[in-house]
Each structure stands twice: as C-alpha cells, then as structure tokens.
C-alpha cells in the first residue's frame, strides 16, 4: 500500500484507494443536470472556494470541450460521481456546459468510432 506522502491514494494492482463517495463528500446527486454526452468547457473562471484534488483533475480535462462520459473514463471513477463534481465547478462558474450537438457528427463526420468505444467499454467497467 502507498504511503499517502508519496502522491494520490493509487495502487497499480488494486486502483483507487479512495472510495467514489468520498471524492464527491457523500453526495450522490448533482445540482446540475447533465447526460453523459453533456459537453463541458473550462472558463478561465478561478473558483472563489478552494476545491479538492479530483476538482482541479477534472478542471484540467475541461481545458477543452470534452464530454461527461470522456471525463469519467479518464478520472477511473463513476459518472455520478463526476456530475457531482461538474455541479460544483459550474456552481463556481469553472465550467460551462451545453448539450452534444449530433448533428454535427453525421455520416461524413470524423468522429473516431474506436474512441467512443473505449470509452463506452470504460464506463461498463466502472458498473
């Protein structure tokens, strides 16, 4: 087991050290609405309160648009978990949201196929 000093609670054999309920304080319901293919952007905006770790990752990966379901998959924890984390940053006004457009990706789109599908094997594990 890795010393806490020695960086974020991770172990390669087992994963995360922290359960998701912690990361998001025990909430389990967000105070925004989103769907898994709700796209969200950073703002620039700094947060007035000071946010945790998990926060500052998933601000990092709003750098550029990026869906609900991406952010899951590279944070290795739930989707609810990351909403919940979303609703905060929106609340400090860190992210802005707005919905998938589909039309966008149509039968000449280059929407990579295999990354969404990683993705979708992704969260399936995390069920």
Known sequence: MPNASDGPLLDDS????????????GRTR??????????VTATGAVPRRELGLDHSNVLVLCERPVTVAEIAAHMGLPATVIKV?????VDCRAVATRAFDRARFGPNSTL?????EAVRDGLLKLL
């Not at 087992?14 to 304080?25: E, F, H, I, K, Q």
């Not at 967000?30 to 796209?39: A, E, G, N, R, V």
């Not at 984390?85 to 940053?89: E, F, R």
């Open 30 to 39: 967000p105070t925004s609405h989103f769907d898994l293919m709700t796209m």
């Open 112 to 116: 990579d196929l295999d990354l969404l």
């Open 14 to 25: 087992l994963g995360r050290m922290v359960r998701p309920y912690t990361v998001s304080d």
């Open 85 to 89: 984390l979303l609703s905060d940053l």
